[in-house]
Every structure is written in structure tokens, then in C-alpha cells.
């Protein structure tokens, strides 16, 4: 008998510093890279490895990710896994939403220890990475680890603000330390591996054997895995590091998902999606092929289903369904396209202003979120604009200007 294994994926919170992009949508269900969502990316992960018995833990706007999941990872009767939703829920031990990322995980462990599993690996929901977990799970094996927690090397400009792993020849944690910031504490925490200055920073990405994750999830009410469940592991089990050299990003905030789809778009990107090996998976929508009627285009992301008519487009992500008309500039943004194609009533509908973007707009560091409708000659950019300023149409975050899901801006407008 082979080891048996579960993915479990934090859902997250609210998602409040990727406002307004998760003001309908949970965190994970946030598109990326112009066809994909966030969640993709740790299940495609996790079907890579191997890992399918995959839960997905989520509480908040859990509508669209549900639809997602549903529609995407359906299992046949030959190749047998899942991916099941676990949304918080009221039963006779627990009555309350979940609390922290262990409480979520506390919680719903009924669902996923009914399978009787050997190793839990409990992932991110907003991470862009590309990972084998089967080459952690038998590094894990050899080392008779209680638990591993996925670390990445960073230079010490970086290391004050993460959380910072302090590990021993051996690479076995001795001390976790949260934000120790650019103070003498921090070189004590130097990585001994590497010759030059380098800091182990928690990925968030954790291998438990099942019993110690158990153990250490009840019989207490800790609530959060970073601030109490992985220091009380460390003092208490054997805990190891898994050095991962590769890309990883965090997509925490408005700033690093603008900069992270941006980055998809260099001529050779740290990450790509263009790895047949190791695939990232989404939903099938058997769109057409984008028309290009006329563009410059340079450096662009370009999803299934566009019609672009524009002048130029520059180091730009552009969506599925996007539509953008004769005469429009785009540079240095995220297009997030439409969720369906419209029919002419429903224009008439919205004060006749087509899904899309109009005729000789122009739009700087911005991201447009899904279904947006903006007319001819608007203006968009965060130039001069001060962060978090708002309009009805528009919010500035991390020197971004955010267009809202389903905004309509009229003809002429400058924001």
C-alpha cells in the first residue's frame, strides 16, 4: 500500500487588501493570467503530484469559486480524486464561522480524515508557483519528519518583513521567527547552507503526518498555523525545512497581483504557463480565437474570445471576451475581459455603452475587472492620484487604479 495523502487549500479570509477584486468573489476565485484563477494554481499542483483527494476550505463570496470548481475538475470513473468545497458550517460542536487558518482546518476535519490519510499537505489559495509535492512528501519520509514547512531563500532586505525560519545544518527548524525586521536578532537567523547572507522565509505550504496534525489541532483553541501551530510543532515534533529554489509569489495585495500578471508578459518570464510537463488546468469554454483587427501589440497576455480593434496595447494582460475599439491605448495593465458575450438589448440596457472598451480610450496601470463597460475617450490612470482615493467609479491601491466588477463609465470621463 502506497501512501495515502490529501491537499487541503486555504479559501482565506476576506480578502480585504485585494479589494475591490474580492468584493463578490472569495480570494482564490480572483482570475489570473487571463483565462486562469487563483485556486488553479495549488490544484494543478496537487493533481501533478499526484495528490488527488483535494479539499477546498472556504467561507467567504464562496458563489463563483464553487461554480469554478464544480464546472473544472470533474474525475471520471477510471482516473478516480476530487476536489470538494468544505465551507464553514454549523454542527453540534461548532456553531461559529471558522476563526484562523488552523480553526478552519480543526473544523473540517471530519470531512477529510474520513479517507483515513497518511500526510496532509495544507496549501495557499493566492500563491502563483509551480511545485512537485512528491519530491517534498519523500524528502519528508526520509528525514522521519514529523512535519515540513516549504521555505524560500531571500536576501536579508526582504527577510525583516516574513516570517523567517531558523534551521540547523540538517535543515531542522529550531526557531520560527515572524517579521523580525532589520535589527542585529535578524543575522542570528542566517540560513547556515548558503555562504553568502540568505534567510529561510515560510512559504505557508506544510506537510503534516496525520497524527501529529491531530495532535496538535485538539484539544487546544489555537486559531492561526503561523502564530500558533508551527511554533508549538517546533518546540514539541521533529520539524524540517524543504528548500524551494523556484518561482513563488504571494498575491496578497492589489500591488503584487498587478505585478505578478505583468511579469507573465516578459519575453522570458520566471514563471510560465507554457510548461506541457506540469500543466495548469481551468475551466474548458471552447471559446473562439481572438480577432485582431488592428493593434500594436508588444508584450501582451492575450486570452481566447477578444476582439481587438485598438492602437496599442503594451506589456498588458488582456482577458477572455475582452472587446477594446479603434483608437485605444493600454499599457501596463490587467484586462480581466467578460463573462459572456452581449447581445444588443443588453447594451441598450446600460445606457448603451457595449461591454468592453470604447473607441480612443486611454488606461495606464490599471486593472479592469470583469463585465466593466466603459464608453469613448475616457481617460483612466493613477497619475497624480492619491492612495485610496475613490470615485464611483474607481479606487487607487498600491499605485493602481481598480475598476469594480460590472462598472459602467460613461463617454468622456477622466479618472
Excluded at 175 to 181: A, I, Q, W
Excluded at 290 to 305: T, V
Aim: with cysteine; hydrophobic share 35%.
Amino acid at each position: 500500500m502506497g501512501i495515502k495523502t490529501v491537499g487541503l487549500i486555504l479559501g482565506g479570509g476576506a480578502g480585504t487588501r485585494l479589494q475591490p477584486l474580492t468584493q463578490d468573489r472569495a480570494k482564490p476565485a480572483v482570475p489570473i493570467a487571463g483565462k486562469y484563477r487563483l485556486v488553479d494554481i495549488p490544484i494543478s499542483n496537487c493533481i501533478n503530484s499526484g495528490i488527488r483527494s483535494i479539499y477546498l476550505l472556504t467561507q467567504f463570496n464562496s458563489m463563483s469559486l464553487h461554480r469554478h470548481i464544480q464546472s473544472t475538475y470533474i474525475f471520471d470513473q477510471f482516473s478516480p480524486g476530487y476536489v470538494r468545497m468544505l465551507a464553514a458550517e454549523q454542527t453540534p460542536t461548532s456553531s461559529g464561522w471558522f476563526q484562523g487558518t488552523a480553526d478552519a482546518v480543526r473544523q473540517s476535519m471530519r470531512h477529510y480524515m474520513a479517507s483515513d490519510p497518511d500526510i496532509v499537505v495544507i496549501l495557499s489559495g493566492d500563491q502563483l508557483y509551480r511545485m512537485d509535492f512528491s519530491e517534498v512528501i519523500r524528502e519528508h519520509i526520509e528525514r522521519n519528519a514529523d512535519v515540513t514547512i516549504c521555505t524560500k531563500p531571500v536576501p536579508r532586505r526582504e527577510a525583516g518583513a516574513l516570517g523567517i525560519m531558523h534551521v540547523n545544518e540538517k535543515s531542522k527548524i529550531v526557531e520560527f521567527v515572524e517579521k523580525p525586521g532589520d535589527t542585529p536578532r535578524l543575522k542570528e537567523l542566517r540560513a547556515p547552507m548558503y555562504k553568502d547572507e540568505r534567510y529561510l522565509a515560510s512559504m505557508g505550504i506544510y506537510i503534516f503526518n496525520t497524527a501529529v496534525l491531530t495532535g496538535l489541532l485538539c484539544g487546544n483553541d489555537h486559531m492561526d498555523f503561523g502564530k500558533n501551530i508551527i511554533p508549538a510543532a517546533i518546540h514539541n515534533c521533529n520539524v524540517y525545512s524543504h528548500i524551494f529554489e523556484g518561482y513563488w509569489k504571494d498575491i496578497g495585495t492589489i500591488g503584487m497581483f498587478h505585478d505578478a500578471n505583468l511579469a507573465l508578459t516578459d519575453i522570458v518570464p520566471e514563471f510560465t504557463f507554457y510548461d506541457a510537463s506540469a500543466p495548469i488546468y481551468t475551466h474548458m469554454r471552447y471559446l473562439p480565437p481572438s480577432k485582431i483587427n488592428c493593434c500594436d501589440l508588444n508584450r501582451c497576455l492575450l486570452a481566447e474570445g477578444c476582439i481587438i480593434s485598438g492602437h496599442r496595447i503594451l506589456r498588458s494582460v488582456i482577458g477572455l471576451r475582452a472587446v477594446i475599439g479603434e483608437g485605444t491605448v493600454i499599457e501596463h495593465s490587467v484586462i480581466m475581459g467578460a463573462d459572456y458575450f452581449e447581445h444588443e438589448k443588453t447594451a441598450e440596457n446600460n445606457g448603451n455603452i457595449p461591454l468592453g472598451i470604447g473607441r480612443d480610450c486611454y488606461i495606464k496601470n490599471a486593472i479592469i475587472d470583469k463585465n466593466v463597460r466603459i464608453g469613448n475617450s475616457v481617460y483612466i490612470s493613477p497619475e497624480g492620484k492619491r492612495e485610496g482615493e475613490e470615485t464611483p467609479f474607481s479606487v487607487v491601491r498600491d499605485g493602481v487604479i481598480v475598476i469594480p466588477k460590472g462598472t459602467v463609465i460613461p463617454s468622456g470621463t477622466r479618472l
